[in-house]
Nanobody
Framework: QVQFVESGGGLVQPGGSLRLSCAVS????????MDWYRQAPGKQRELVAR???????VSVDSVKGRFTISRDNAKNTVYLQMNRLKPEDTAVYYC?????????WGQGTQVTVSS
């Protein structure tokens, strides 16, 4: 059973940066699509960014140009580099893969953007 462990969150001032990591138990080489999601208080979980096995990436408009998703298959880890953070980026961030179906969700990592 694949499991995800997210880390790297914290409290950061607006305009700051954080790098999130998603450690995957087992090999991610066979996981073609890896996503980062976030859930803000009182809101539904939303997709933030996606990376395919070939390295193609997509991200939602609200983070384009600020967030970058990447993966290191050798380390079984997916990253989310977040720059120029805004207060509205405050949320718990999760990684997962929807293909062929979502695995159990990890505990997530809290990102708080505040002055």
């Amino acid at each position: 059973q694949v499991q995800f462990v997210e880390s790297g969150g914290g409290l950061v001032q607006p305009g700051g940066s954080l790098r999130l990591s998603c450690a995957v138990s087992g090999s991610i080489f066979s996981i073609r699509i890896m996503d980062w999601y976030r859930q803000a208080p009182g809101k539904q979980r939303e997709l933030v960014a996606r990376i395919t096995g070939a390295g193609s990436t997509v991200s939602v408009d609200s983070v384009k140009g600020r967030f970058t998703i990447s993966r290191d298959n050798a380390k079984n880890t997916v990253y989310l580099q977040m720059n120029r953070l805004k207060p509205e980026d405050t949320a718990v961030y999760y990684c997962n893969s929807p293909v062929p179906s979502f695995r159990p969700w990890g505990q997530g990592t809290q990102v708080t953007v505040s002055s």
